[in-house]
């Protein structure tokens, strides 16, 4: 595979959400703002990327049997550098709180742990870095997606500034994570249709 | 080399392990300034807010700014109301009392009033107190502002760790809950001296809010949080009145 198609193939033939169906917990609770979900989108990109490039780096001196032990130590202490990064910049710090334990909880994302066991453990480190970006990447596309529509019509407002005309009547349902879940099942249908070659026989 | 043996193993996860503390330890003590001081800008922000002043938008520096500029002095009370110590509310070196979760233990009998309970003092006479207290999922607290007749709430502002998007989070993100403090009168010597009532206050109990429609705990946590911190409080207003009535 050459890098081009290492990094395409995340975002469109192979997105995590609606073609895997990996980490659709987070994108569940995250999406109500569009600040939350650019945040974790990136928090996402940031763990997956640099846990593929170090896992890919350490990977020939990995002991077997305690292989997935070693891919959580790393994947832990990315998230948690995440965090604190995030918490200490006055910019994204009300938006780490609004997040709470969702960025913590990037550790269980299935999106990591899968990229590096598919991924990073049997390639040179420059593709497993490309293919964990991508891959954060995608998931964040369909998050900000999800995210554009939940906002506007469940607060009236995108990137927290009022859109919609005064007297919007807020919906409550899309606030609620169930829409989400409608919504990425939507997104899904789409998909599907426009590439055939996902369709099941 | 054998990359399966026992003290191979050992001694990678040993190294491994070792490693990631010490990145996590350097990291922790080099960025917990820059994190306090976003806490302390956040707490100042609440307080102006219960008070009635705009601080949306402001940078950290502009709300420390704008405190400063605004109150008049800061101090701790213990729990028969006496001052115990000033708190230093000099631009550059703001102290605030900002552990309301070991306040809450202190009054709720688990521990002593060391610490103390803080009292904000505004230039234009408004007292602050805050409040802290369990929700549905996980603390609430807020400050709130009270005119100084010691009995009238100027304002109040509330913030939450999880309450429910959309419901609980209300207290915080919604500006009309908010409000329907402002004017409200606190019954000192009643108990409780505040209530937040599900279905809606009687009209002309100047003592009571509405709660939240769909989110029943935690506006019951946030009227046992307001209440338990309010009785706290009860011996220094009471003292206040007194003064002032001599």
């Known amino acids: 595979m050459t890098l081009k198609e290492t990094f395409l193939t995340p975002l469109f033939k192979g997105n995590p959400i609606t073609v895997l169906v990996l980490g659709i917990c987070s994108s569940l609770a995250v999406t109500v703002t569009l600040k939350g979900a650019l945040v974790m989108a990136l928090s996402v990109t940031v763990v997956t990327g640099l846990s593929n490039l170090v896992l890919s780096l350490l ?20 998230v948690i550098l995440v965090d604190q990064i995030l ?9 780490d709180k609004q997040l709470s334990v969702y960025i ?88 599907r249709s426009a590439d055939k070659s996902l369709q099941e026989k | 080399m054998n990359t399966n043996g026992n003290i191979y193993t050992i001694v ?59 109150i008049e002095c800061a101090f701790v009370i213990d729990a028969s109301g006496a001052k115990v110590r000033d708190l230093s509310v000099s631009r550059d070196n703001i102290q605030l009392i900002d552990n309301l979760k070991a306040q809450n233990y202190a009054i709720a ?47 109040a502002y509330f913030d939450h760790e999880s309450e429910t998007a959309g419901l609980g989070s209300r207290i915080k993100d919604d500006p009309a809950f908010r409000t329907q403090f ?37 506006s019951r946590g946030l009227d046992a949080a307001i209440n338990t911190w309010l009785a706290a409080y009860e011996p220094y207003f009471t003292a206040v009145k007194t003064t002032e009535e001599e």
């Open chain 2, 182 to 218: 402002c004017g409200k009168k606190i019954a000192w010597g009643q108990k409780p001296s505040f209530e937040i009532i599900k279905g809606g206050a009687p009209e002309g109990q100047e003592n009571a809010i509405d709660a939240i429609t769909g989110a029943t705990m935690t």
């Open chain 1, 87 to 95: 918490k200490s910049i006055e910019v994204t710090f009300p938006i």
């Open chain 1, 104 to 191: 913590g909880l990037i550790i269980t994302n299935c999106i990591v742990m899968g990229r590096i066991e598919a991924f990073a453990l049997g390639n040179k480190p420059i593709p497993s870095l490309i293919d964990g970006l991508a891959n954060g990447l995608g998931y964040g596309m369909i998050l900000i997606v999800v995210a554009f529509f939940r906002e506007l019509f469940g607060s009236g407002t995108l990137f927290g500034l009022q859109v919609m005309p005064a007297g919007y009547v807020t919906n409550n349902l899309v606030i609620l994570p169930p829409f989400a879940l409608i919504l990425i099942g939507c997104i899904i249908w789409i998909h």
């Open chain 2, 109 to 155: 009998g688990k521990g002593g009033y060391e610490t103390g309970l803080p009292v904000y003092i505004l230039k234009n006479g408004v007292t602050i107190i805050p409040c802290y207290g369990a929700g549905l999922w996980g603390p609430v607290w807020g400050y709130l502002a009270i005119e100084p007749d010691g009995c009238t709430i100027k304002g």
């Open chain 1, 59 to 78: 990977r020939k001196g990995i002991p077997n049997r305690v292989r997935i032990i070693v891919q959580l130590v790393v994947v832990a202490l990315l």
């Open chain 2, 12 to 70: 990678y996860t040993t190294l491994i392990v070792v490693v990631v503390a010490g990145i996590l330890a350097a990291a922790a003590t080099f960025l917990k300034p820059s994190q306090q001081a976003n806490i302390k800008a956040e707490t100042i922000s609440q307080m102006l807010q219960a008070a009635q002043f705009e601080t949306a938008g402001l940078s950290n520096a502009s709300k420390l700014d704008k405190y400063a500029e605004e």
